[in-house]
């Protein structure tokens, strides 16, 4: 947790370096400067004359940072026909985490706020640094430095180097994630030397470095040709356009206050095209409410992206998913894994409606790390592929938005039993149970969505009897479920492949994330005692979610949660005025505590095997019978036979809700609630930094235990 005395340029440096952590190993360089050029900015007919730019600005006597800002501008602007070219380093934009390049690129004639930078209608940025050492990138000539496989390391180790990376990570991360962008390229200047950088979903690409006062066309060639580009070349996602007035004029009130009130920073329009599920050529408009509400920090991976839309030809609101999913055959597109659930007609699914890749849009930055490791096949990162879709329901988004303790745990059963429907039916594995993929609908049904991530088991041949398995290491993938709501084990255990019954226990952890933070708790007297001393507070409680730990081999977590589970009763944890949940609670916990115990040994099953031959032949022997209610050889035999049995969670939830006892409704902690919230939803956009990347280094920074993100075990 942030000290309250650090400022807010302070906790912005701070943020930086987290960032810079997260972000390691998604940097490749370095590119040719002309390949750059030619190969991202393809030159217009006109090329631009050799300038002086470079020795004007180096004869600028620059005491302080900001006296150049200015200077670069002039310096560039001849050359930004199309462009309008702004200094935004005086101001924060508080509702931006803070952030201000020091020169921002809008299209010319935008619409944007001039009191602070406008990342929702920002091109690119410029970062100015007047010393050539706070270049956060070593080119290969100077470094002698090797990773354990031989490979150059293109990242600067030292701090203000880390900060740099993190600062323009940041600034990426703002521009694409208020946008709908495909990439971001932007320049980098530090001292007489600058460096032309590529942002895509997948990673980075950076240039050589060159000395814009010996070659200053090359720099004022960038911009001239950057002004000239097409918004495609830019960056800007094409398939999102102006609505017309005519458009805008169909969309009712009712439906725009309601798309308003789900954006917190609505300003506007966009009609956005959704390609059809049969023919990805065809595509039909939907609108949305724009900006978009920033998903998080982090510039990589899916970006996942879930608004209200309306649809123009139907005249309806629907839900709209947009995303980067990895382009592998072993993931299958959202359109066809929905097609087989139809078909198997698996309950408390959501109505598709339209979706598929989203034109020619993928990622490229991943091909030179691959190149570069051409060797080692197994750090080969795939591309990543555009897609958007719709679902036809609305209902309520956010499963916190729950009316009663009730109606949340009948949306969990619901959303379960199409699990296991799609699991025992389909060989299909969804492997992301969380907070965002169970809908509540405004019937308070409970509907399972966002299966992008699932997996599909091969069918046996001809012959061969079917049964169900875990999914062999050669078909998974890295993607294991949000960090928060993951299997402890799989946490612990990163090479582990995960099975159904870990995406069970996915749905335990969402039951009590969302309990803990809007149904009333206390802590039973029973345990605060002197001699447990296990006392905790809600914060400290919600700490087990998103524990995150860093070693030589990567991170890990999942050792808060495995102490709930074998501890539960210590923690005394209890729903005020809600017995049937904390029963509930108690029976869930207790039957995946024994997950982590022990199988039992030969010796106490035949000693079991005994018991019950002598039962079955006395069955009136309440001795037997007491001696194996006693047993834990016994008892985990039960657990064992009954635990992965289909709808063996589904029953024990719809068991609980047909008890008497449920509260009409739970008091919500409201402030508690979005506090967590938030973090949540920050560290689930950067958890592909904790499963797709090894970092070559542990995070050196000091922190507490309760910050574990910055923690070391190993």
Same mark, same amino acid.
């Given at each position: 947790?942030?000290?309250?005395?650090?400022?807010?340029?302070?906790?912005?440096?701070?943020?930086?370096?987290?960032?810079?952590?997260?972000?390691?190993?998604?940097?490749?360089?370095?590119?040719?400067?002309?390949?750059?050029?030619?190969?991202?900015?393809?030159? %217009?007919?006109?090329?631009? *004359?050799?300038?002086?730019?470079?020795?004007?600005?180096?004869?600028?006597?620059?005491?302080?940072?900001?006296?150049?800002?200015?200077?670069?501008?002039?310096?560039?602007?001849?050359?930004?026909?199309?462009?309008?070219?702004?200094?935004?380093?005086?101001?924060?934009?508080?509702?931006?985490? #803070?952030?201000?390049?020091?020169?921002?690129?809008?299209?010319?004639?935008?619409? !944007?706020?001039?009191?602070? %930078?406008?990342?929702?209608?920002?091109?690119?940025?410029?970062?100015?640094?007047?010393?050539?050492?706070?270049?956060?990138?070593?080119?290969? $000539?100077?470094?002698?430095?090797?990773?354990?496989?031989?490979?150059?390391?293109?990242?600067? $180790?030292?701090?203000?180097?880390? $900060?740099?990376?993190?600062?323009?990570?940041?600034?990426?991360?703002?521009?694409?994630?208020?946008?709908?962008?495909?990439?971001?390229?932007?320049?980098?200047?530090?001292?007489?030397?600058?460096?032309?950088?590529? /942002?895509?979903?997948?990673?980075?690409?950076?240039?050589?470095?060159?000395?814009?006062?010996?070659?200053?066309?090359?720099?004022?060639?960038?911009?001239?040709?950057?002004?000239?580009?097409?918004?495609?070349?830019?960056?800007?996602?094409?398939?999102?356009?102006?609505?017309?007035?005519?458009?805008?004029? @169909?969309?009712?009130?009712?439906?725009?206050?309601?798309?308003?009130?789900?954006?917190?920073?609505?300003?506007? /329009?966009?009609?956005?095209?959704?390609?059809?599920?049969?023919?990805?050529?065809?595509?039909?408009?939907? *609108? &949305?409410?724009?900006?978009?509400?920033?998903?998080?920090?982090?510039?990589?991976?899916?970006?996942?992206?879930?608004?209200?839309?309306?649809?123009?030809? !139907?005249?309806?609101?629907?839900?709209?998913?947009?995303? /980067?999913? %990895?382009?592998?055959?072993?993931?299958?597109?959202?359109?066809?894994?929905?097609?087989?659930?139809?078909?198997?007609?698996?309950?408390?699914?959501? %109505?598709?409606?339209?979706?598929?890749?989203?034109?020619? #849009?993928?990622?490229?930055?991943?091909?030179?790390?691959?190149?570069?490791?051409?060797?080692?096949?197994?750090?080969?990162?795939?591309?990543?592929?555009?897609?958007?879709?719709?679902?036809? &329901?609305?209902?309520?988004?956010?499963?916190?938005?729950?009316?009663?303790?009730?109606?949340?745990?009948?949306?969990?059963?619901?959303?379960?039993?199409?699990?296991?429907?799609?699991?025992?039916?389909?060989?299909?594995?969804?492997?992301?149970?969380?907070?965002?993929?169970?809908?509540?609908?405004?019937?308070?049904?409970?509907?399972?969505?966002?299966?992008?991530?699932?997996?599909?088991?091969?069918?046996?041949?001809?012959?061969?009897?079917?049964?169900?398995?875990?999914?062999?290491?050669?078909?998974?993938?890295?993607?294991?479920?949000?960090?928060?709501?993951?299997?402890?084990?799989?946490?612990? #255990?990163?090479?582990?492949?995960?099975?159904?019954?870990?995406?069970?226990?996915?749905?335990?952890?969402?039951?009590?994330?969302?309990?803990?933070?809007?149904?009333?708790?206390?802590?039973?007297?029973?345990?605060?005692?002197?001699?447990?001393?296990?006392? /905790?507070?809600?914060?400290?409680?919600?700490?087990?979610?998103?524990?995150?730990?860093?070693?030589?081999?990567?991170?890990?977590?999942?050792?808060?949660?495995?102490?709930?589970?074998?501890?539960?009763?210590?923690?005394?944890?209890?729903?005020?005025?809600?017995?049937?949940?904390?029963? *509930?609670?108690?029976?869930?916990?207790?039957?995946?505590?024994?997950?982590?115990?022990?199988?039992?040994?030969?010796? @106490?099953?035949?000693?079991?095997?005994?018991? *019950?031959?002598?039962?079955?032949?006395?069955?009136?022997?309440?001795?037997?019978?007491?001696?194996?209610?006693?047993?834990?050889?016994?008892?985990?035999?039960?657990?064992?036979?009954?635990?992965?049995?289909?709808?063996?969670?589904?029953?024990?939830?719809?068991?609980?809700?047909?008890?008497?006892?449920?509260?009409?409704?739970?008091?919500?902690?409201?402030?508690?609630?979005?506090?967590?919230?938030?973090?949540?939803?920050?560290?689930?956009?950067?958890?592909?930094?904790?499963?797709?990347?090894?970092?070559?280094?542990?995070?050196?920074?000091?922190?507490?235990?309760?910050?574990? $993100?910055?923690?070391?075990?190993?």
């Amino acid at each position: 947790m942030p000290k309250p005395y650090l400022s807010a340029e302070d906790l912005r440096t701070d943020e930086n370096l987290k960032l810079a952590s997260r972000m390691e190993g998604y940097f490749s360089g370095f590119m040719p400067v002309d390949e750059f050029l030619d190969t991202y900015l393809p030159a %217009p007919g006109d090329k631009p *004359l050799k300038e002086d730019l470079g020795n004007s600005l180096a004869s600028i006597p620059v005491q302080r940072e900001m006296g150049i800002y200015q200077a670069f501008i002039d310096a560039i602007k001849p050359y930004m026909t199309n462009m309008d070219i702004v200094a935004t380093h005086k101001f924060r934009d508080s509702s931006c985490d #803070h952030l201000s390049p020091d020169v921002s690129l809008y299209p010319k004639g935008s619409k !944007r706020d001039e009191s602070h %930078p406008s990342f929702d209608a920002m091109s690119t940025f410029v970062e100015l640094k007047i010393h050539e050492s706070l270049d956060p990138f070593q080119d290969p $000539e100077i470094n002698a430095e090797e990773d354990e496989h031989g490979d150059s390391q293109c990242e600067r $180790e030292d701090l203000e180097s880390r $900060e740099q990376r993190g600062r323009i990570g940041a600034y990426a991360a703002a521009i694409s994630n208020h946008q709908f962008r495909t990439h971001v390229i932007s320049v980098s200047v530090y001292g007489r030397t600058a460096r032309f950088i590529l /942002w895509d979903r997948a990673g980075v690409l950076v240039s050589e470095k060159f000395d814009y006062v010996q070659d200053p066309q090359i720099l004022v060639g960038f911009f001239h040709r950057y002004s000239c580009m097409s918004s495609e070349a830019q960056g800007i996602d094409t398939s999102t356009m102006e609505p017309t007035a005519e458009e805008l004029d @169909s969309l009712p009130l009712a439906c725009a206050r309601e798309m308003r009130k789900d954006n917190p920073v609505h300003k506007g /329009w966009l009609k956005v095209m959704v390609p059809d599920r049969a023919d990805a050529t065809k595509e039909a408009p939907f *609108l &949305v409410s724009y900006p978009l509400d920033l998903t998080g920090p982090f510039p990589f991976s899916r970006s996942s992206r879930l608004m209200l839309a309306f649809d123009l030809a !139907r005249k309806q609101l629907v839900l709209l998913r947009d995303y /980067w999913r %990895p382009d592998v055959d072993t993931f299958a597109k959202e359109a066809d894994v929905y097609l087989d659930l139809e078909e198997h007609q698996i309950p408390h699914i959501a %109505p598709f409606g339209t979706g598929n890749n989203v034109r020619d #849009h993928m990622t490229s930055t991943q091909a030179l790390n691959n190149n570069r490791n051409a060797n080692d096949p197994a750090t080969h990162e795939p591309g990543l592929r555009h897609y958007r879709m719709t679902l036809n &329901v609305v209902g309520r988004r956010y499963l916190e938005e729950f009316k009663s303790s009730r109606e949340l745990v009948s949306a969990i059963a619901d959303a379960m039993e199409a699990h296991d429907g799609a699991w025992f039916k389909c060989g299909i594995l969804h492997r992301d149970i969380s907070i965002d993929s169970i809908l509540i609908t405004h019937d308070g049904e409970g509907l399972l969505i966002n299966w992008d991530r699932c997996i599909k088991m091969p069918k046996k041949p001809p012959g061969e009897t079917e049964v169900v398995t875990t999914p062999s290491q050669s078909i998974s993938q890295p993607v294991k479920g949000s960090w928060e709501f993951r299997a402890s084990h799989l946490l612990r #255990h990163r090479n582990d492949v995960p099975d159904y019954c870990d995406d069970r226990e996915s749905a335990l952890w969402v039951l009590l994330w969302v309990a803990f933070q809007g149904v009333t708790i206390h802590q039973d007297a029973r345990s605060q005692d002197a001699r447990s001393g296990l006392h /905790w507070s809600l914060p400290g409680l919600m700490e087990m979610f998103s524990e995150v730990y860093e070693c030589s081999s990567g991170c890990f977590g999942g050792v808060g949660k495995n102490l709930f589970l074998t501890g539960y009763s210590q923690y005394g944890v209890k729903f005020t005025n809600n017995v049937v949940l904390d029963s *509930l609670v108690e029976t869930l916990t207790e039957a995946f505590s024994y997950r982590f115990k022990c199988a039992p040994t030969a010796e @106490s099953v035949a000693r079991v095997e005994r018991l *019950l031959e002598k039962l079955r032949a006395e069955p009136n022997t309440a001795e037997y019978a007491d001696l194996l209610a006693d047993s834990m050889a016994y008892q985990y035999q039960q657990w064992a036979a009954t635990f992965p049995k289909q709808g063996w969670l589904v029953d024990t939830l719809r068991e609980y809700l047909d008890k008497d006892g449920w509260p009409g409704d739970s008091t919500a902690h409201d402030r508690e609630t979005q506090a967590l919230n938030g973090s949540k939803r920050k560290l689930e956009s950067e958890e592909d930094a904790l499963d797709a990347r090894l970092p070559k280094r542990i995070a050196h920074a000091s922190a507490s235990g309760s910050d574990p $993100e910055a923690s070391s075990l190993c």
